[in-house]
């Protein structure tokens, strides 16, 4: 008997060893955690995929410390999934809004660690300012997600949006456009448009500016539902073009019940639609202004 207990001891042992080893794999916490934040594997269920979310980001965040510093590559999908992570958990499950700044901050930070872990982006900066940086990164991924997180952050402090906060975010939004205009769903016109739409011109906003943007967007992707919904929000609603808002809308919650294009985006497209049926009941002057 004592020399099985001596065996089983040492096969748990062993087991523990093995079991640490694995978690000290970044390759395999990396795999894990992007198995969880795939939305398009089966079917997509907005409620559910919160926990995996944020198992993902824990994942990831394991996973980075971990990383080798010569794989760069690594730590630039990593850093840039976090800063998508976090922004998406913000826009998605934080329902509060005093709460969501922390996440914002946190997705702002993991884009800006990867935008630089190019040199050429730190040499930039150093020499020319770091807008100047921004303006020249390579990354779209990590600028375009760096230029969403600061501008959601920059709502709790507006200190820093007014020292040059927004013009970072629209040189953000403007690199994006120029580095690859598809991203996301025509994310990088998305982003500009409802930045121009919104900011004070003295930020620098330009309203009648953004429509280009906000057209451009649904060119390239007419089944990412924000991109209608944004346009409607932002733009013709401010303006009173009832006729644009009200056909925007309609076009969206049309779109909505083909199954097929809310899985081309599910988490976005989930959000876009509940923004879009709350928007068809907005009221103008006690009146109803979409039936």
């Not at 198995?35 to 980001?57: C, M, P």
């Not at 996440?103 to 040499?123: M, V």
Request: hydrophobic share 45%; charged share 25%.
């Amino acid at each position: 008997m004592e020399r099985l207990a001596v065996v089983l001891l040492i096969f748990c042992g062993l087991l523990l060893i093995q079991a640490g080893r694995a978690a000290e794999d970044p390759a395999a916490l990396i795999a894990e955690a992007d198995q969880l934040y795939d939305r398009w594997s089966g079917e997509f269920d907005f409620v559910a995929y919160e926990a995996k979310l944020r198992r993902a980001i824990e994942l990831w965040e394991e996973a980075l410390p971990l990383i080798p510093a010569d794989q760069v590559q690594t730590r630039a999908h990593v850093l840039n999934r976090l800063s998508q992570g976090y922004f998406e958990l913000a826009r998605g499950y934080i329902s509060r809004y005093s709460d969501r700044e922390p996440a914002y901050g946190k997705g702002k930070d993991y884009a800006l660690e990867s935008l630089r872990l190019d040199p050429a982006f730190g040499q930039t900066e150093q020499a020319d300012g770091f807008r100047a940086a921004l303006r020249s990164a390579k990354d779209v991924a990590a600028i375009f997600w760096y230029g969403n997180n600061l501008g959601e952050w920059l709502n709790y402090h507006a200190i820093t949006a007014l020292a040059g906060g927004t013009a970072d975010v629209r040189a953000s939004f403007e690199r994006s456009v120029e580095l690859d205009e598809s991203y996301n769903g025509g994310g990088p016109h998305r982003a500009l448009a409802a930045f121009l739409a919104q900011v004070p011109s003295f930020l620098g906003g330009d309203f009648e500016g953004s429509v280009p943007h906000f057209e451009r967007s649904i060119e390239i992707d007419g089944d990412y539902l924000e991109n209608y919904v944004n346009y409607a929000e932002f733009y013709a609603k401010p303006k009173k073009d009832w006729d644009l808002f009200c056909g925007l809308l309609r076009t969206a919650l049309d779109k909505a019940q083909d199954p097929a294009v809310m899985a081309k985006w599910p988490f976005y497209n989930k959000l876009a639609l509940d923004r879009a049926q709350a928007l068809w009941q907005w009221r103008a002057d006690g009146e109803r202004v979409c039936r």
